[in-house]
């Protein structure tokens, strides 16, 4: 054959082999076909691994009683009880050993989410007692007559 | 040309090890092994979303943010709550704004005041990701990035995403986008890290009211499968025939 024909198809076959190659090292063992087919399921096995390993943020009321526990049980007494500390104490990772105190959300704002009036009938948000946050007690902060953590069955 | 018994033996052998190397070299698992080799196939996480108890607190998406470490301004979120007005002329006001993370606090939707006495109907809906048994954004990713577990997740690897983009547009929840911190695409996955080690998925620990629950619909005696299963409830555009797992409880038909 002549080396017209013949230059061009060793370079051709040298760059796939250099491909293939180039692709041993780079594409870890664990890549390929995993799960349903290959549509759904061509991914790099680790990385499920990878996503359980992820930290945890919201650790969750079990986690506040371990030491609070007095605390937890006696909130737990009201309707506020399905409000997870955290929802204004933050999230608990960290605490105590790198954040000693965490940060509190005190602001109207915060109680305003549920509290604020918006008359929206046969909506949930209708069952929830509201004020209007632009005109009651605008100036102070809602826990200087509200215990968010007893509050008063008629006044919620 | 001679062959003894002994010769043909010995090459009759070693050629047929020969040609059954390359074989066995490229055996590829099978689906089931693959699935052993996983997960579990009992688990089939699903959830479901009451809308009639959402009050539109915006906790979930507050409790959303601070656990994938998106900034609280940036404009994308893995889940956000919408909120709905229906007014006494037939118009529809839907609204979100920052994804609903500081709640809904005015009757203010866009630049329009809603007046109280106008409304019909007013009502939160909570969205995230809905885990389709079809999905779209899986079947377009060129690089293999994001892919479906065995218990019907999907997941994205953030090492292997090339930010190409093309499941953002894909997805017709328009549940993806780049995270601004690993600057890849993402999206919500029902906490999988959260739901694998027993606990609940952040929105849902923070919901007060019940309105987000998770599932494994692959249980019988799931309480919240058996609501799945047993009582009315719907899915978001059913039409494009992705097969999503996220149910939903008193959808309205102007929800899309």
């Known amino acids: ?156 | 040309m001679s062959c003894s018994r002994r010769d043909f033996l010995k090459q009759g052998l070693g050629s047929t090890l020969v040609s059954a190397l390359p074989l066995s070299a490229f055996t590829f698992l099978s689906s089931a092994e693959a699935r052993a080799a996983v997960a579990n196939a009992n688990t089939k996480w699903g959830f479901l979303v009451d809308t009639t108890k959402c009050v539109g607190c915006g906790f979930c998406v507050e409790a959303c943010k601070t656990e994938y470490e998106i900034p609280r301004d940036a404009a994308v979120t893995r889940t956000w709550v919408e909120r709905y007005v229906v007014t006494k002329d037939g118009e529809t006001h839907i609204d979100s704004p920052d994804g609903g993370i500081d709640g809904f606090t005015s009757n203010v939707i866009g630049e329009e005041e809603i007046d109280p006495e106008q409304v019909t109907k007013a009502f939160f809906v909570p969205k995230l990701c809905n885990q389709c048994d079809n999905p779209a954004c899986v079947q377009v990713c060129p690089v293999g990035a994001t892919y479906q577990t065995d218990d019907g997740v999907v997941l994205v690897d953030r090492d292997w995403c090339i930010g190409c983009g093309y499941c953002l547009m894909a997805c017709p929840y328009g549940v993806r986008f780049f995270h601004p911190k690993y600057k890849v695409a993402d999206k919500c996955n029902f906490c999988y890290h959260r739901i694998m080690k027993g606990l609940d998925p952040a929105c849902v620990q923070s919901c007060a009211f019940g309105a987000r629950r998770i599932a494994n619909l692959k249980d019988p005696e799931d309480p919240v499968t058996k609501i799945i299963t047993t009582e009315r409830v719907a899915v978001l555009k059913d039409e494009y025939g992705t097969k999503p797992n996220v149910f939903y409880i008193g959808l309205d038909a102007n929800v899309r």
């Open chain 1, 1 to 156: 054959m002549k080396r017209h024909v013949l230059h061009p198809l060793w370079v051709t076959i040298a760059l796939v082999v250099l491909v293939l190659l180039a692709r041993m090292f780079f594409v870890p063992d664990d890549f390929g076909v995993h799960g349903r087919n290959f549509t759904y399921g061509f991914h790099r096995l680790g990385n499920i691994g990878e996503w359980q390993a992820f930290p945890v943020k919201y650790l969750g009321e079990d986690s506040c009683i371990e030491c609070h526990a007095e605390k937890v049980q006696a909130n737990n007494g009201n309707v506020h009880k399905n409000i997870q500390c955290e929802n204004c104490h933050g999230a608990a990772v960290g605490h105590p050993d790198e954040v000693e105190a965490l940060a509190i959300d005190e602001s109207r704002e915060l109680c305003l989410r549920c509290h604020q009036q918006l008359d929206y009938p046969h909506s949930a948000r209708d069952t929830v007692i509201a004020v209007d946050g632009a005109k009651h007690r605008r100036r102070r902060a809602c826990s200087k007559c509200h215990d968010p953590h007893q509050p008063a069955e008629d006044e919620i």
